[in-house]
């Protein structure tokens, strides 16, 4: 017997989670009138450690998102997580924006503004603390973000250059 299956049932072909973090405007005013111009900031996320963010233009809104999500995907970078909050403290830098990550305790929620929130959020991050200083400019601090994310270290990659075992290393 032949099993039938319902649409609703298949499985999404995209597994990321996508986020737009800033759209804008510009115009250039030409001799036929004023000619637009759009920009798009995303972030793409699995919810379960790989992020990467996009950025976009294009004179049409849907074609700017469309390009900063195919940047964002193809940039993707593994986020170290233990139970949903990041192994230590770190400092992430970019011209003059730095951004602090700190873990948080269960239940302490994602403490986090604008870019860095999308950020955790597609990363599946649920505990975690965060300062921004310097330029709040969205780029600047999404790329401060992720500096600090590739600053961060695996506990497994620690006990490797150590030349201990895992459990050696936790106790």
Known sequence: MEERRNHNDRKP????????????????????GRKMSFSALTVVGDQKGRIGYGFGKANDVTEAIR???DKAKSNLVT?????GTLPH?????????????KPACPGTGVKAGGPVRAVMDAAGI?????????SRT??????????????????????????????????
């Open 89 to 101: 403290e770190v400092i992430g830098t970019y011209n003059s924006s730095s951004v602090l990550l």
């Open 126 to 134: 649920t505990d975690v603390i965060s300062k921004s200083q310097g």
């Open 138 to 171: 969205s780029v600047n601090v999404i790329r401060a973000t992720f500096d600090a994310v590739s600053k961060m270290m695996n506990a497994g990659n620690v006990a490797e250059n150590r030349g201990k075992s895992l459990n050696d290393l936790w106790g």
């Open 67 to 69: 390009k900063s999500i």
């Open 13 to 32: 072909q995209d597994e990321f989670v996508e986020k737009l973090v800033k759209l804008t405007r510009t115009s250039v005013t030409k001799k036929g």
């Open 79 to 83: 986020l170290p997580m233990k139970n």
